[in-house]
């Protein structure tokens, strides 16, 4: 992937932006056999470990962790993190699993983050084959985008991927429970601050949500 995915997209802006972010770990895995996606190793560590790590490398100062199910069997591996990238916020949310989905889940987490940012990048646990450069490249995309736009989501083959970023005012009205953010049917409405940035990459759609997808993308080392 190189500068020509998104070289249309308009001047850049100046300055380095101040990054928050949201890694969403609450779901059931229900169509996974009811296991917790979180733990899932993927080249040799856990998908949260990794995507914690990857976070913290793109320049993320805070990270809220939303758990809901399995919250004790993430417990572990979490302080172990929080220990381990001890450069990096990470503080945890827990969704009750009774009401989980994953709008709820995006405003308990955005409510949660403490350190003020230009822009909030939302990640799912569930993503085995993200590098840092795929986040950088999220990230410039948004730098990159004319001045109206408010959310950058990559598209590939016109499938909606992740992670997406937006601005600390759609991060407002997330928290104030306004719209359908979250739910994934608001990313497809005509508005002029969405931005559907097209890439080839498809490591913005490869996530582990059957058995099948486990046995192509993850290990068990």
């Known amino acids: 992937m190189g500068d020509g995915d998104y070289r249309e997209l308009g001047a850049c802006q100046s300055g380095e932006l101040r990054l928050g972010a949201v890694l969403l770990s609450a779901g059931e895995g229900a169509r996974l056999g009811c296991r917790p996606k979180a733990l899932i190793h993927a080249a040799g560590e856990t998908l949260l470990q990794r995507n914690l790590r990857l976070l913290r490398d793109v320049g993320v ?3 809220v962790v939303v758990t809901g199910h399995y919250r004790d069997e993430l417990a572990p591996v979490l302080a172990a993190a929080v220990a381990e990238l001890s450069d990096l916020l990470i503080t945890e949310v827990t969704q009750p699993t ?3 989905s994953q709008a709820a889940s995006l405003r308990l987490a955005v409510k949660g983050l403490t350190v003020q940012s230009d822009a909030v990048l939302v990640l799912p ?3 085995p084959l993200l590098t840092r450069a795929d986040l950088v490249a999220v990230v410039s995309a948004y730098k990159h985008a004319p001045e109206l736009v408010e959310f950058v989501g ?14 600390h005012r759609i991060a407002a009205r997330v928290a104030r429970g306004e719209g ?8 497809h409405a005509s508005s002029d601050w969405v931005l559907e940035w097209q890439t080839e990459n498809t490591h913005y759609v490869a996530d582990i949500d059957t058995p099948e997808d486990l046995v192509r993308w993850a290990d068990e080392g």
């Open 154 to 167: 990559p598209n590939v083959g016109g499938r909606p991927g992740n992670p997406v970023l937006f601005s």
């Open 98 to 100: 009774g009401s989980h």
């Open 180 to 187: 359908a953010f979250g739910s994934g049917a608001w990313r």
């Open 125 to 127: 646990v569930d993503m």
């Open 61 to 63: 100062k805070e990270v």
